[in-house]
């Protein structure tokens, strides 16, 4: 299956900063990728749908000005948390679509001092 | 809407007794199902996938679950544990191979000597 790579895995910010953490499928071309964001001791909860060469698609309560997603290659997906609050210190993590199944990065821990 | 619903948020067990992981959905369409397995600070890992066809379906490090419809169910389990097994289990439901997923809440699994 598809192996999905996820830089940096742990990265600390101070507020009011803004953090770019990128998403790559190692090998395969993927023209769908997710982007989902997990509590401490909870759940995954999906926030966008990124599709290569167009716009993310956004669930609903997720602020798409704060959470800026490119998809502007078929192996590199970026999420850019903008002016960073602590209460967005989460894990995040990238999934790649193949073949009907998501195979998972590894996810990118974020701390917002 | 989909959703998931998994009963009991810590499960212990004896090492060589039975797992069992309890998950129930909900879906207006046939549900595809999934099972994952989140090591501590690791993106999730497939265990096994309910699409269509069987409904025992067998997975990864010899856990497997079967799709109840009737009971709106899809258990995992595994007939003797391992310390290893040891992780936090999440159940999975989307209407459709290579749509996003939703998860549950997550089941922690503790294997006791």
């Known amino acids: 299956g598809a192996v999905v790579s996820q830089h940096p895995s742990r990265v600390i910010c101070k507020s009011g900063t803004s953090v770019k953490i990128e998403c790559r499928s190692l090998?395969?071309?993927?023209?769908?990728m997710f982007w989902y964001r997990q509590f401490p001791k909870q759940s995954l909860m999906l926030m966008a749908t990124?599709?290569?060469?167009?716009?993310?698609?956004?669930e609903q309560g997720v602020e798409k000005d704060k959470f800026l997603i490119n998809h502007a290659s078929l192996t590199l997906s970026t999420l850019t948390v903008t002016s960073a609050h602590p209460e967005d210190s989460s894990f995040y993590i990238c999934?790649?679509?193949?073949?009907?199944?998501?195979?998972f990065g590894p996810g990118t821990r974020l701390t917002v001092t | 809407a989909q959703s998931v619903t998994q009963l009991g948020s810590h499960v212990s067990v004896s090492e060589g007794a039975l797992v069992l992981l309890r998950c129930n959905y909900s879906?207006?369409?046939?549900?595809?199902l999934f099972w994952y397995v989140q090591y501590p600070n690791q993106g999730l890992q497939l265990l096994l996938k309910y699409t269509t066809g069987a409904t025992l379906v067998k997975g990864i490090n010899g856990f497997e679950a079967e799709f109840k419809k009737s009971e709106t169910s899809f258990h995992l389990t595994k007939p003797s544990a391992h310390m290893s097994d040891a992780a936090e289990y999440f159940c999975?439901?989307?209407?459709?191979?290579?749509?996003?997923?939703?998860f549950g809440k997550g089941t922690s699994l503790l294997v006791t000597p």
């Open positions: 999934s790649v679509e193949e073949r009907g199944q998501q195979y």
């Open positions: 999975a439901v989307s209407e459709n191979s290579g749509y996003a997923l939703n």
């Open positions: 990124s599709n290569e060469g167009s716009k993310a698609t956004y």
């Open positions: 090998d395969f071309q993927a023209t769908t």
């Open positions: 879906s207006s369409v046939p549900p595809y």
